[in-house]
């Protein structure tokens, strides 16, 4: 849910002239205004000054520095954000504000639910061949249109070169009654951001729509919460509209169950 900011540089004087060197990072921030990227801080809090003087972070010889948010140095330390660690790892991150702590993988509360991890597909249905065309927590992380990045998700792929009256493909998964909620953000994949087609993505309870929406390119990723009480399975279903030659993908950002 918290994948992208985990500290908060708040820039002084005129950036132009300042480039590398930033000064008013705050100290005494709490970890949920680092995690969220919110300007609270401690009243106890100080005005420090670092510098960005990381050119490059590699993983196993690849460059992985991340676009924004980039490390910085400070009395002889380099401090990196937790959400580029985490992605690193593989890891999805959690923030609880009831206990104000951060989790890195699997939570220690027994209330939520992930795909793969606990709750498995059941199903899987194509109006074409071959219906292997989806993806859920994958070894590699997934980013949406506008770039936020996750390594939780469930993504469903539609090829070109398929009538609309073909082109669908569906995943169905066992609730068994025992979730209340699925929590996640919807949308375009950074990879498909420019398709020409418009994607539909229809979403059943025990065969009854309950969710349906329309994604085309240049739409931001919407917000997704429903009720899923006394469910016992659950269906998503893409279907491609439009330009017959055009590819296209959805993905279910950081789908979280609550039970």
Known sequence: MFNNVFYM????????????????LVIGL?????????TAFAASGKMIEVFYGV??????????????????LYNGTTYVPLAFVAKALGQQVKWDGSTKTVHIGETEGKNELYFERDIKHMNVQSGYKPTSHYEYNANNSLSDNIGNEYSNYLKIKMNGYVSDEDSWEYIEFPLNGKVKTLKSKIGLTDEFKDTQATLVVTISADDKVIYTEKFKAGEFPKDLELDLK???????????????????????????FTK
């Open 9 to 24: 540089l708040m820039i002084k004087g005129d950036q132009r002239e300042m480039k590398e060197k930033f000064k008013g």
């Open 30 to 38: 709490t970890v949920g205004s680092l995690i969220t990227g919110a």
């Open 55 to 72: 050119n490059d972070i590699k993983i196993d010889k690849v460059s992985k520095m991340p676009a924004e948010d980039k490390p910085f």
């Open 230 to 256: 006394n469910v016992l399975k659950l269906q998503v279903k893409v279907q491609k509209q439009g330009e017959f030659k055009t590819e296209g993908e959805i993905g279910l950002f950081n789908p979280v």
